[in-house]
Antibody, heavy 120, light 106 residues
Framework: QVQLQESGPGLVKPSETLSLICSVS?????????WGWIRQPPGKGLEWIGN???????HYNASLKSRLVISVDTSKNQFSLKLTSVTAADTAVYYCARAPDTSGWGYNYWGQGALVPVSS | SYELTQPPSVSVSPGQTASITCSGH??????ACWYQQKPGQSPVLVIYQDRKRPSGIPERFSGSNSGNTATLTISGTQAMDEADYYC?????????FGGGTKLTVL
């Protein structure tokens, strides 16, 4: 059974860097598929952040690209998110998820989500 | 940038058919998928490649996609189907979500 689990700090201060790790079990990231980050501000809809594949190839939301880095560590079976210069607008539940392809499938496995408040 | 538009809310009586639309420019030329999200839970994929159901999703969930509109249809809607529903499409290897539709079963 594939499982994803987000981990990271419970609170980030404005102007600092938000860092999250997604740990994957039940499937080896190096075997393939696409690994994504999606966020959801409180009471609002889903916003796609970006994807990475097992080889490290990335695609980012254009509105976040200048502040965003997604990377993969196949030795630990993890992928991570770094978002710099955060503001209160970055407060959200952050989900990691897996998609079999980048055309017809959606994200068929999701983590439980990690709430990251941005506040001083 | 590509955009997907959904109605904010849809209401349906138990046992009736609910239809939720998702509109985007030439969306029919892409694949659409749909997620169900209940309060406090992660989204669940209910339809992919326009009309396919992942394992474990009830047959009452179906999808279609043509022209500029994709549609999620829930037949014989049950109280447990009350949730937020999001459409999603891929646009040149990037992901676009619709704004979401709150389905109320009353």
């Amino acid at each position: 059974q594939v499982q994803l689990q987000e981990s990271g700090p419970g609170l980030v201060k404005p102007s600092e860097t938000l860092s999250l790790i997604c740990s994957v079990s039940g499937y080896s990231i190096s075997s393939g598929y696409y690994w994504g980050w999606i966020r959801q501000p409180p009471g609002k809809g889903l916003e796609w952040i970006g994807n990475i594949d097992h080889g490290g190839g990335t695609h980012y939301n254009a509105s976040l690209k200048s502040r965003l880095v997604i990377s993969v560590d196949t030795s630990k079976n993890q992928f991570s998110l770094k978002l710099t210069s955060v503001t209160a607008a970055d407060t959200a539940v952050y989900y990691c998820a897996r998609a079999p392809d980048t055309s017809g499938w959606g994200y068929n496995y999701w983590g439980q989500g990690a709430l990251v408040p941005v506040s001083s | 940038s590509y955009e997907l538009t959904q109605p904010p809310s849809v209401s349906v009586s138990p046992g009736q058919t609910a239809s939720i639309t998702c509109s985007g420019h030439k969306l029919g030329d892409k694949y659409a998928c749909w997620y169900q999200q209940k309060p406090g839970q992660s989204p669940v994929l209910v339809i992919y490649q326009d009309r396919k159901r992942p394992s474990g999703i009830p047959e009452r969930f179906s999808g279609s996609n043509s022209g500029n509109t994709a549609t999620l249809t829930i037949s014989g809607t049950q109280a447990m189907d009350e949730a937020d529903y999001y459409c999603q499409a891929w646009d040149s290897s990037t992901v676009v979500f619709g704004g979401g539709t709150k389905l109320t079963v009353l």
